[in-house]
């Protein structure tokens, strides 16, 4: 009797420490780690920054979309603010644009710390003038690195981004409660659905008294992202905006 006894609670110990392991392999699998890293990044300085050796400029930083992730900088040309520089287009900042590793997305590391502290070594930023901006999965990225930086930013603009992804944005909504947003959106997007960015906004808009919204009736994705960087008046709208938190 007493060894069938010793033998069941051997057998309910083997049992418990074997659930306990495949918990453990599991939950793993499902939370990779988050690494701290340095993304590399495409540089765009304006014709008149090397006039001037003690003036500091405005800077965005430009988030692509899933597509163009890698290791080859040249993918990053082929849409938003990077292609229009390589077609030519003078911009009155610094534009900033990273690449996001092959297989992860915006929030997969913590690359935005390191990143940023090498551009302001490497070039002559006004960092009350950050101002940030992505297309699609950059879109998302834009949401998710506002909320985790917010105090960074003068401005940001999410271009047909989706935030249903970001599980701490409702949480966290106080924290870019202040931030000018400038929402852009495609009714006809079939990527991510305007309801995304529909989401967000009427959240936001009882909050946040400087949120803006494009919802464009007649735009897919592609033509909302390519319209929205075209428009001259996002940059001017940047423009107008500083830091509000100078000095902490």
């Known amino acids: 009797m007493w060894e069938q006894i010793t033998m069941n609670t051997t057998l309910l110990k083997v049992l418990l ?20 890293a340095r993304y590399e990044y495409l540089t765009y300085l304006p014709p008149d920054y090397q006039h001037d050796e003690q003036k500091k400029w405005p800077v965005i930083i430009f988030l692509h979309g899933a597509s163009l992730r890698g290791d080859n900088l040249e993918k990053i040309k082929k849409y938003g603010i990077p292609k229009l520089v390589s077609e030519g287009k003078d911009f009155e900042f610094i534009i900033i644009s990273p690449q996001c590793p092959l297989y992860k997305n915006w929030s997969s590391d913590i690359w935005f710390p390191h990143t940023f502290e090498d551009i302001k070594k490497k070039f002559r930023i006004d960092t009350n003038r950050v101002y940030l901006t992505g297309l699609s999965m950059g879109g998302e990225g834009t949401w998710y690195i506002a909320e985790q ?18 599980s701490s944005i409702e949480r966290d909504i106080n924290t870019i409660a202040n931030l000018p947003i400038w929402i852009f959106h495609g009714v006809k997007d079939k990527v991510y659905s305007v309801e995304e960015s529909d989401k967000i906004y009427q959240l936001l808009k009882e909050l946040n ?11 897919g994705h592609g033509a909302t992202h390519d319209s929205t960087y075209k428009n001259s ?16």
């Open 17 to 36: 420490i074997l659930s306990l392991f495949i918990i453990f392999v599991f939950s793993c699998e499902e939370a990779p780690q988050r690494v701290f």
């Open 149 to 166: 930086y917010s105090k960074t930013f003068a401005a940001i603009a999410p271009v047909c981004g989706r935030v249903s992804h970001i």
């Open 233 to 248: 008046e996002l940059y001017q709208w940047f423009l107008t905006h500083k830091l509000k938190y100078i000095g902490t």
């Open 209 to 219: 008294p400087e949120i803006k919204y494009t919802r464009y009736s007649e735009l």
